[in-house]
């Protein structure tokens, strides 16, 4: 069963950093691209950043120019940097995989709370 396992997320100051980490477990088929959502109450969760498996990557425009996501293929191991945190960064990051059958797959979530 595949798994995917979100950590590094905190409580930080506006201006500070956190990096993200995502490992997949259990895949056993190729993994592709990788994504990062977040999601805050009483909104859909939406696309932050997403990476292929040759390490093209693709950013909203909220967070260009202050995240950056990378990947270890050899560690089914996706990362998140995020510098520069604003308080509307608060919220849930999740990392997604689809599988062959083009299911989406999540993680649990890991909280990121920026305070002013």
């Known amino acids: 069963q595949v798994q995917l396992v979100e950590s590094g997320g905190d409580l930080v100051q506006a201006g500070g950093s956190l990096r993200l980490s995502c490992v997949i477990f259990?895949?056993?088929?190729?993994?592709?691209?990788i994504s990062w959502y977040r999601q805050t109450p009483g909104k859909q969760r939406e696309l932050v950043a997403a990476?292929?498996?040759?390490?093209?990557?693709n950013y909203a425009d909220f967070v260009k120019d202050r995240f950056a996501i990378s990947r270890d293929n050899a560690k089914n191991t996706a990362f998140l940097q995020m510098n520069s945190l604003k308080p509307e960064d608060t919220a849930v990051y999740y990392c997604?995989?689809?599988?062959?059958?083009?299911?989406?797959?999540w993680g649990q979530g890991t909280q990121v709370t920026v305070s002013s």
């Open positions: 990476i292929t498996r040759g390490g093209r990557v």
């Open positions: 259990g895949s056993g088929f190729t993994i592709n691209d």
């Open positions: 997604n995989i689809q599988d062959p059958w083009t299911r989406d797959l």
